[in-house]
């Protein structure tokens, strides 16, 4: 069976890519900005844990934007939101931590991972992966701390670039992880990813802009064509690439 995990950063786009039958959501903030996403409130896992019924939902642990070398205080945020989710029943979450020489950051995601599973959630190793110096390392780094699956675009900006590489990152792991493209992943170029590389599941955010409904706009601040249009999963988009991918 292939899946599809949707990324999301709104309650609506977790009930939308819901709707459109996604296998799974990765829930986060402020995915549509430069950090590329952040841990979300507590109240908006909340409120998308008690509507996801059919769909589970995993949590991106992720103190801030920039890299992925973290301080002591930011571990210790990052340990309590792991906790934080566990008690909120989440499914999963998404971690992933670097040392400055571009290793896996093994000790510190080992005790992340172990506070994951003391509550039965699994555990996503996130995008750091494409930072690391030596993928095929970080492979067997994420393995050996019992990640569930690597999300990766194979090093490159995007999933299709990097489709050489997520298939050998796919024929070296052996089962023994799931290896789960993302990055630029659309229903157009879904089925030739998959073709590729023999991935099982796949993950994007599949969205499309939304008109603000404000009816008054100060044109004079900031970027009004930017603020006054609000991203959200496309349910149509979502709708096509299940569909493609249940059909491969």
């Known amino acids: 069976m292939k899946h599809v995990e949707v990324c999301t950063d709104s309650y609506l786009s977790a009930i939308m890519a819901q709707v459109a039958g996604a296998t799974r959501i990765e829930l986060c903030a402020a995915a549509s900005l ?7 409130t507590p109240s908006l896992i909340q409120m998308a844990q008690g509507e996801l019924v059919d769909t589970k939902l995993y949590v991106l642990i992720r103190p801030r934007g920039g890299d992925f070398l973290y301080d002591d205080r930011e571990f210790e945020m990052m340990q309590s939101d792991i906790h934080m989710c566990g008690k909120l029943k989440c499914d999963g979450v998404v971690i992933g931590m670097l040392n400055s020489d571009g290793t896996i950051d093994t000790a510190q995601c080992r005790e992340l991972v172990d506070i994951a599973k003391s509550y039965a959630m699994g555990v996503t190793f996130h995008r750091a992966f494409d930072r690391c110096a030596d993928l095929f390392q970080g492979l067997e780094d994420a393995i050996s ?6 999300l990766t675009s194979g090093g490159k900006n995007t999933a299709i670039e990097g489709a050489p590489i997520i ?6 792991a052996d089962g023994r992880i799931s290896i789960m493209p993302g990055a630029g992943l ?4 879904v089925a030739e ?7 099982n599941e796949v993950h994007g955010t599949f969205r499309s802009l939304r008109p603000s409904r404000m009816t008054y706009r100060n044109t004079a601040l900031g970027n009004p064509e930017q603020e006054y249009n609000v991203w959200w999963a496309d349910l149509d988009k979502v709708r096509k690439v299940v569909d493609i991918v249940s059909r491969i």
Not at 34 to 40: I, K, L, Q, R
Not at 186 to 189: I, L, M, R
């Open 34 to 40: 430069p950090e590329g996403g952040t841990t979300p």
């Open 145 to 150: 701390l019992g990640c569930e699956r690597i």
């Open 167 to 172: 298939k050998q990152l796919i024929d070296r």
């Open 186 to 189: 659309t229903p157009e170029n």
């Open 193 to 199: 990813l998959i073709r590729q590389t023999g991935a």
